[in-house]
Each structure stands twice: as C-alpha cells, then as structure tokens.
C-alpha cells in the first residue's frame, strides 16, 4: 500500500503565504509525476501543479507566478510554495503522485486524504 499524507493548510489573509508539503510511503519502486490537486465548494476538483521526476512542471494558468512547486525525490516528498494567496485559492487541497509498487508492477494514481486552505481577511 502506498500513502500520502499532506500537511500545512490553514487560514490565511489575502496576499499572504502558505506552504503544503506531501510524503509518500509505504510501498514505493519508484514514482514518476506528484502534484497538487484542488477542490473548491461546489466545483470540480483541478489540477493546480504537477511536476515529473526529471523536474518538468506545469502549472495551472490562475497559479502561474505565484505557487512554486519542488520535489525531492530521495525522500518521496511534494511541496507547494503558496504566495500572493487570493480569496479564489480557498479550496481543499490534495497531494497526488502515480506511483509503481514493484519492479514488475503496473503505476497507480495515489491520493492524499486533504487538507483546508482559506483565504480570508
């Protein structure tokens, strides 16, 4: 099994910092994109940013210049640098990474549990 365990959401002020950081466990080979995911009330969930193992990154459009993406990929670790945080980021923030098990085995999506950035004054 593998895990994804997300932390460093909270309340925040518009214009202000967070940053999300996501390890992975459990039973890893190897892992080739990890990224973040977000979903606001009542909308679908949209990719925020997504990085590969060779550091190749995309960004979502409404993300660009202001959320930093980094891996290390010693440590199975994702973090998400958040700044210049606007009212539109509140949202539930998920880790993702496509992760192979085994040598033999076939890579899966994997998914952290969440968790709650709001931007609020």
């Known amino acids: 099994q593998v895990q994804l365990v997300e932390s460093g959401g909270g309340l925040v002020q518009p214009g202000g910092s967070l940053r999300l950081s996501c390890a992975a466990s459990g039973r890893i080979f190897s892992i080739n994109a990890m990224g973040w995911y977000r979903q606001a009330p009542g909308k679908q969930r949209e990719l925020v940013a997504v990085i590969t193992t060779r550091g190749n990154i995309n960004y979502a459009d409404s993300v660009k210049g202001r959320f930093i993406i980094s891996r290390d990929n010693a440590r199975n670790t994702v973090d998400l640098q958040m700044n210049s945080l606007k009212r539109e980021d509140t949202a539930v923030y998920y880790c993702?990474?496509?992760?192979?098990?085994?040598?033999?085995?076939?890579?899966?999506?994997?998914w952290g549990q969440g968790t709650q950035v709001t931007v609020s004054s």
């Open positions: 993702n990474a496509d992760v192979r098990p085994t040598y033999w085995g076939r890579s899966g999506d994997y």
